[in-house]
C-alpha cells in the first residue's frame, strides 16, 4: 500500500492559465474522489469516479473544472482559466467498497496570482 | 447530510485523555458517523465510524449516544502527535462522499 499519490504538491500560475493535476489512487481501489479546501474550512467534495465513470459533480465544479479517469486508474482535474478564487489545496482520496474509509492524498496546493 | 457542529478548538496535555464532541442532531437512521484529522499541510486521515454501537480501534474510541444525536471520540491518552484538526462527518453518500465541517483544532501541550 503505497498510498494515495498527487501531483504536482504545489502549483503557482497566473490567472487565466491552465492547470492540470493528477491523482495516483491505491492500485485495487475503484472509487476515486476530488475535494478542494480553502484555508481555515474543511475539505468540500467536487466529483467522484467508479472506476472510470464520473458518477456525480458538485454545483462547485463550474464549466472551467473538468475531470477525467480515462482507464478507471489515475485520474486528472483540469482548471481552465484560472481565477484568484480557485487558490486551494485539492485533495483526492479513493476507497475500495462501499462505505468503506476514504484514503486521501496530500493534495496539490493551487496559488493563482 | 446532517448538520455536524464541533468546537472551534481544544487543548489536552500529553499522556491525557481527550473526549472531542459532536453534535449531529439531524442524523438520519442509515447515517454513518466519520471521523477523520488532519495534520498541517497532509490530507485528512481517516480515524474511526460507526453507526450505533461503540466502536474502538488502535487510534481511539467513538462513543454514541443512544438517540445517535451526538457522538465523543475518545483519545486516551494523548501524545503530540496526536495535535490536528478533527473533523466529525455524519451522513455521506453509499459510495463515500462526505459533507466536512470546520473541524476542532487540537493543542497538545507536552
Known amino acids: 500500500d503505497t498510498g494515495v499519490s498527487q501531483d504536482p504538491r504545489h502549483k503557482i500560475t497566473k490567472r487565466g492559465q491552465n492547470v492540470t493535476f493528477r491523482c495516483d489512487p491505491i492500485s485495487e481501489h475503484n472509487r476515486l474522489y476530488w475535494y478542494r479546501q480553502t484555508l481555515g474550512q474543511g475539505p468540500e467534495f467536487l466529483t467522484y469516479?467508479?472506476?472510470?465513470?464520473?458518477?456525480?459533480k458538485s454545483r462547485l465544479l463550474s464549466d472551467r473544472f473538468s475531470a477525467e479517469r480515462p482507464k478507471g486508474s489515475f485520474s486528472t482535474l483540469e482548471i481552465q482559466r484560472t481565477e484568484q478564487g480557485d487558490s486551494a489545496m485539492y485533495l483526492c482520496?479513493?476507497?475500495?467498497?462501499?462505505?468503506?474509509?476514504?484514503?486521501f492524498g496530500s493534495g496539490t496546493q493551487l496559488s493563482v496570482l | 447530510d446532517a448538520k455536524t457542529t464541533q468546537p472551534n478548538s481544544m487543548e489536552s496535555n500529553e499522556e491525557e485523555p481527550v473526549h472531542l464532541p459532536c453534535n449531529h442532531s439531524t442524523i438520519s437512521g442509515t447515517d454513518y458517523i466519520h471521523w477523520y484529522r488532519q495534520l498541517p499541510s497532509q490530507g485528512p486521515e481517516y480515524v474511526i465510524h460507526?453507526?450505533?454501537s461503540n466502536v474502538n480501534n488502535r487510534m481511539a474510541s467513538l462513543a454514541i449516544a443512544e438517540d445517535r444525536k451526538s457522538s465523543t471520540l475518545i483519545l486516551h491518552r494523548a501524545t503530540l502527535r496526536d495535535a490536528a484538526v478533527y473533523y466529525c462527518t455524519a451522513g455521506g453518500t453509499s459510495y463515500g462522499k462526505l459533507t466536512f465541517g470546520q473541524g476542532t483544532i487540537l493543542t497538545v501541550h507536552p
Open positions: 460507526g453507526l450505533t
Open positions: 469516479f467508479q472506476n472510470e465513470a464520473q458518477l456525480e
Open positions: 482520496a479513493s476507497s475500495h467498497r462501499q462505505g468503506e474509509k476514504l484514503f
